[in-house]
């Protein structure tokens, strides 16, 4: 095999498309462009807003600065389980995110997310809770039934913007009177 005999798979290579060159080409004249308007001329792109006239979408809704609560990166969203939901558990259970899933009372994604326990209802038994968040009622109920409650830590990041005093000392009072 020799390097001039190396060819362009078939139908890989396909001929340039020559419009505007006469009648016969098929492609003569207008060139594919059809006959005048905007998009018949050089350089006549709309820009992909514009809606024929019409304001534009962009230009319809409000300005709006910030990230505002749109951005759900930053969003700590809480998956809620009520006081009720715990009476499917036997007495003296440990109550985790894990046991939740598996009874299906939230999804397998809501268990590795954040987890917080409201009030709603009435729990008769003794269980151990563990979860991010409790409401005060939440907390009030479990432990009024013997039960104990458990804080899962969240990681809290610290703060990497300084505030511009922060590294300055106080100023000194200085003794004026004589």
């Known amino acids: 095999m020799k390097l ?3 060819r362009p798979a078939p139908g890989a290579h396909k001929p340039e498309r020559r419009v505007g060159r006469g009648h016969g080409s098929g ?3 207008t060139a594919g462009r059809g006959t005048k308007g905007q998009k ?3 350089g006549g792109k709309i820009h992909r807003a514009f809606s024929g006239g019409q304001t534009r ?3 319809r809704l409000p300005f709006l600065r910030g990230i505002g609560n749109s951005n759900t990166a930053f969003r700590r969203d809480y998956a809620i389980i009520n006081v009720t939901d715990l009476g499917l558990f036997e007495a003296g259970t440990h109550v985790t995110p894990e046991a939740l899933v598996t009874l299906g009372l939230m999804t397998k994604a809501e268990g590795n997310g954040l987890v917080k326990v409201l009030g709603n209802g009435e729990v008769d038994r003794a269980l151990t809770v563990r979860a991010h968040k409790f409401s ?3 907390q009030a109920k479990i432990e ?8 899962i830590p969240t990681k809290v990041y610290e703060k990497t913007k300084r505030r511009k005093d922060e590294g300055k000392k106080a100023p ?6 004589v």
Do not use: W
């Open 4 to 6: 001039s005999d190396l």
């Open 136 to 138: 005060a009622s939440a």
């Open 144 to 151: 009024a039934a013997g039960g104990t409650v458990e804080i």
């Open 57 to 59: 979408l962009s230009k």
């Open 40 to 42: 018949a001329r050089t």
């Open 172 to 177: 000194v009072q200085r003794n004026t009177e």
């Open 27 to 29: 492609r003569g004249k």
